[in-house]
């Protein structure tokens, strides 16, 4: 089975500028889940996706946004960038199906780098 | 917020020698996983033990869970350079809840 893919890999943008980041998940996975990591911060929760429904959310601000396609497909939007969205996104995926068995598989990364 | 915190933030040991890292978490979980991060890339599940574990192996690594304390730990034993990373306990909780909540993690460097 494939794994997650994340697209790019790699961003430069400029504050003020908007941006749209990709994650394809392991096949027959219906959870999509997206995570920011900063040095400063760590590994931080921004939202899931089940079926194409946010199912949860993080303590992120209205600019970020995502969405599920119906292939399971997730893409995750920032708009309005800041120098502190300069993070590793990272997008991971799970059957989703049972609380004990949440067991995440995540990609490699977008990391992007505002200036 | 953090639920899971690691202890120590950073470890250095031998190959061959025995690491073993701490998390304690603050509110009561369904489970609690552990991750392995090399160098900024994606994460990799190790281990996941259920609330009604008390301790779990898989290879080289053993984890126990301590409800009562609310703690975990993680040991890797027979270290090899390869285990150099960033490893990060993360826990759920929650009747509906999806959403992992992760430390920040204790950087292990086994020096060959």
């Known amino acids: 089975k494939a794994g997650v893919t994340q697209t790019p890999r790699y961003l430069i943008k400029t504050r003020g500028q908007q941006v749209t980041l990709s994650c394809s998940p392991i096949s027959g996975h219906r959870s999509v889940s997206w995570y920011q990591q900063t040095p400063g911060q760590g590994l931080q929760f921004l939202f899931e996706?089940?079926?194409?429904?946010?199912?949860n959310k993080g303590n992120f601000p209205g600019r970020f946004s995502g969405r599920q396609f119906s292939n399971s497909r997730s893409e995750m939007n920032v708009s309005t960038l800041e120098l502190g969205d300069s993070a590793l996104y990272l997008c991971a995926s799970s059957s989703g199906d049972h609380i004990a068995k949440n067991i995440q598989y995540f990609g490699a990364g977008t990391r992007l780098s505002v200036l | 917020s953090q639920q899971g915190e690691e202890d120590p933030q950073a470890l250095s040991i031998q190959e061959g020698e025995n690491a073993t890292m701490n998390c304690s978490y603050k509110?009561?979980?369904?489970?609690l996983q552990w991750y392995r991060q090399n160098s900024g890339r994606g994460l990799v599940h190790l281990i996941l033990?259920?609330?009604?574990?008390r301790e779990k192996h898989s290879g080289r690594l053993r984890v126990t869970l301590d409800t009562s304390k609310k703690s975990s730990s993680l040991l890797i034993t027979a270290s090899r350079a390869a285990d150099t990373a960033s490893y990060f306990c993360?826990?759920?909780?929650?009747?509906?809840?999806?959403?992992?909540?992760f430390g920040k993690g204790t950087l292990l460097t086994v020096n060959p």
């Open positions: 993360a826990t759920e909780s929650g009747g509906s809840n999806y959403k992992l909540t």
């Open positions: 509110t009561s979980i369904n489970n």
């Open positions: 033990i259920r609330s009604n574990e």
């Open positions: 996706y089940f079926s194409e429904t946010q199912r």
